[in-house]
């Protein structure tokens, strides 16, 4: 590979001594760094190893030889912590709890249980008596417990070395499975689940792909020099879970009870929300128009009316339609 920054060797090198907690000597680093494309010499590892044990702890053990390089784990011993500090780890482990089913969640679990470890035998004691007193309810999260280890460590080290990855890929959408070449360039946790941006070369734009529906992952020769720009701008466009790079400016006019709806608990989904004397709310958003945008609007049945685009308030007057005439049908 001959281009690269030294940040992404840097987290290569960590990647590395992450998965032998025993250690390795410079030679075997050197070894498996070549063998993923970076050629460098044993003195540039060296100075690498040097400048991340400023940030990382880093451990020389002198007793073997070679010498080898050991990434340490956490080491808490001793914490005393506040009341309102305690509340807060009532917080993180009830956010962390439905992440379980997440390699990430399970690593953020493992942080906790040491941190909880180390605490005062009577601030254990208080926070098992507090748990039944505080929960969050994240009930938009989807879990899912197919998605691939091998597949998601594909897509990091692709994003890493800016590589593209040929991918067969089933879209729940069209219900069809097709392989696509993407560069990839963001893993996020969306409702509990990885979703991957790239840009999709079929499709040329950016595209948001669950990491649980890619059956096969393959990095190639092929290097890609990232679009930041364009992932801000998708989800930025988002106004639920799916998104485009094209956004529209859309006004919607909600009445009756949906308008005190929408005022208490989607305000902040708006970029302006006016209300009016009559307590009816003009709501817009400069937004991709999307199937969970029209389903959104669809749920709030006849109190709301779409002011624009025109061609969503066809849309959704189409759709209303199709409703009524299946409605009508049944009542003969």
């Given at each position: ?9 840097q987290?290569?090198?960590?990647t ?6 025993d ?131 594909i897509?990091?080290?692709a ?13 729940f ?34 595209r948001?792909?669950r ?33 485009s ?37 003009i ?50």
């Open positions: 590979m001959s281009e690269y920054t030294q940040v992404q060797r987290l290569q090198i960590l590395i001594l992450n998965e032998n907690p250690g390795l000597d410079i030679a075997t680093l050197h070894s498996l760094l070549k063998a993923l494309g970076y050629g460098v010499t044993d003195r540039t590892i060296r100075r690498d190893i040097n400048s991340l044990s400023r940030s990382f702890s880093i451990y020389e053990d002198n007793n073997t030889k070679p010498i080898r390089f050991i990434l340490q784990k956490t080491n808490l011993k001793n914490i005393n912590m506040s009341f309102d500090e305690l509340q807060a780890i009532r917080l993180i482990q009830e956010l962390i709890s439905p992440y379980k089913h997440l390699d990430v969640g399970t690593n953020a679990e493992r942080l906790l249980q040491t941190l909880l470890d180390s605490l005062p035998t009577n601030q254990k004691n208080w926070l098992l008596q507090a748990s039944p007193l505080l929960q969050v309810n994240l009930n938009d999260l989807v879990n899912e417990q197919d998605c691939s280890p091998e597949i998601k460590r897509i990091q080290e994003i890493t070395q800016h590589l593209c990855i040929k991918v067969r890929y089933y879209s959408h069209s219900n069809t499975i097709r392989f696509r070449t993407i560069e990839p360039h963001l893993l996020e946790i969306n409702q509990g689940c990885y979703h991957l941006w790239a840009y999709c070369h079929e499709r040329r734009e950016m948001d792909f990491v649980s529906r890619i059956l096969s992952a393959n990095i190639t020769s092929e290097i890609f020099t990232p679009n930041n720009n364009l992932v801000e701008k998708c989800l930025k466009n988002r106004f639920k879970n799916m998104s790079q094209e956004a529209k400016k859309v006004v919607m006019k909600f009445s009756g009870n949906s308008a005190r709806i929408i005022r208490e608990y989607h305000a902040n989904k708006a970029d302006k929300l006016e209300i009016l004397g009559d307590g009816t709310a709501f817009e958003r400069t937004v991709a128009v999307t199937p969970d945008l029209i389903q959104w609007i669809l749920g709030f049945g006849a109190e709301v009316e779409v002011l624009e685009p025109e061609y969503l308030r066809e849309t959704i007057r189409k759709i209303a339609i199709r409703m009524l005439c299946a409605y009508e049908e049944l009542a003969k």
